[in-house]
């Protein structure tokens, strides 16, 4: 039945920046779909591990803050030892720094790139040895609408967004024969804290609305249907693709 093939029982996802937001959404989109779920961020969120423990499914958080390297490389191997394996990595932790190129600070971008661009670098290297250790494996990058567009104001952000369609298709490259399949999804405008600072902005917000084909901001429970498509076998012959989410945008 197609919609076994959908089902992730067993399966142990961890979801970087998986207590708000668009990786909430995803860690409860994985939990329905009956994964394991390991979170990793700076600040926990107890609301979401009642919740999935509601649904039956085991729920560990690790805190890290992955501008940090030396904490983002003991990351995976916490989750091996706690979990015993990671089927499904989702690098969805990010942040934006907003102010003109001219005067964009270069304490602004090491962050940026470290937490946007190195971090899912390091993450997907320690859990795809293992994944191929394992024959199998899902890798999800969170990339943007930045992934293909220079945006305003956001250099850095651009720049790690461009960076994180080129990991995702170097690695699927060399990983998609060896059964892990590396994707990403390229979300448009969704609702969180990422936007705030757009959304108050009367005049950017109706700019940026006005140019989404279907009219409305997303939701990010948007993101959840492609988030377990490329996380479950429905999707093993998707490979290296950067699947936009985004009311549109990229097509206008
Ligand atoms: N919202 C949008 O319109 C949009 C569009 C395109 C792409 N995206 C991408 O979607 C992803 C999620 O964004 P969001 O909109 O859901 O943002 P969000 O609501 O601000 O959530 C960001 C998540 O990342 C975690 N995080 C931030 N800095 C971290 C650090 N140094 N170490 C560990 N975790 C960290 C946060 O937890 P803590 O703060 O507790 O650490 C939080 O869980 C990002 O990669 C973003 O670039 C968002």
Known sequence: MILDRFRLDGQVALVTGGTKGIG????????????DIAVVSR????ELESAVAALGRKYYYHRADLIDRS?????IPEILKTMGKVNILVNNA???????????????????????????????QAAGRQMIHMGRGKIINIASVLSFQGGVNAVAYASAKHGIAGLTKALSNEWAQKGVNVNAIAPGY????????????????EAILKRIP??????????AGAALFLASSASDYVNG????????????
């Open 43 to 46: 600040t926990p969120n107890p």
């Open 24 to 35: 909430r959404a995803i860690s409860m989109a994985l939990a329905e779909g009956g994964a």
């Open 94 to 124: 990010g942040i934006i720094s907003r102010a003109p190129a001219a005067d964009f600070s270069e304490n602004d971008w090491d962050a940026t790139l470290e937490i946007d661009l190195t971090a899912a670098f390091i993450l997907s």
């Open 71 to 75: 904490q983002t490389k003991e990351v």
């Open 190 to 205: 969704i609702t969180t804290e990422l936007i705030a600072a757009l959304q108050n902005d009367p005049d950017r917000s």
């Open 241 to 252: 693709t950067v699947l936009s989410v985004d009311g549109g945008w990229m097509a206008w």
């Open 214 to 223: 279907a009219g409305r901001w997303g939701d990010p429970r948007d993101i």
